[in-house]
């Protein structure tokens, strides 16, 4: 069984961060569910995925010879890889947070506007990544999985997405 083109699955994979972000703000300014830290970390990565699969798309890279273009969809694979693999990470961390008694937790953190003013970067980083109440609460699910795990299965496939073309031998 052949795969299809690069070309044609970065499309699929562009198509679907700009779907998995058009969603997000949907959540956000439509339903009114504000992101946690976390979430937006999680944003950024789809955005990521989403800006190296255009580039991948635009520059269409083949595996197999020329040497520099072999290197360079291996690049946008390594790319891919790298922030779905980040993505899943922080997505984990949610999840667990999720699973945890809320009185064990942290309460709500300051806005990322006072935070980014006041704080020293890595204080920040560090507040942002050790996760609160605000990144452990559900507010809203679908087929039973809350964001946090419907974005760990997204950024799983991507990952798959991403070794498939890290791996493929032709086009």
Known sequence: ?????????????????L???????????VLGLQPCPLC???????????????AA????????????????????????LLATLFGATIAGRQIWLQHQPPETLASCLPSMDYMLDVLPFRDMLQLIFSGTADCA????TFLGL??????????????????????????
């Open 19 to 29: 779907l998995i972000i058009a969603s997000a703000y949907y959540m956000e300014l």
């Open 146 to 171: 809350s964001i946090a795990e419907g974005s760990m299965l997204l950024f799983i496939l991507l990952t798959l997405f991403g070794l498939t073309q890290l791996l493929r031998s032709e086009d």
């Open 40 to 54: 937006w970390i999680q944003r950024i990565c789809f955005i990521l995925v989403g800006l190296i699969s255009l």
């Open 57 to 80: 798309l635009l520059h269409n890279p083949q595996p197999r010879p020329p040497r520099k273009r072999a290197m360079a969809a291996r690049g946008y694979a390594v790319g891919v």
């Open 1 to 17: 069984m052949s795969l299809p083109a690069s070309r044609t699955l970065y499309l699929i994979t562009f198509l679907a961060c």
């Open 137 to 140: 609460a559900v507010t809203w």
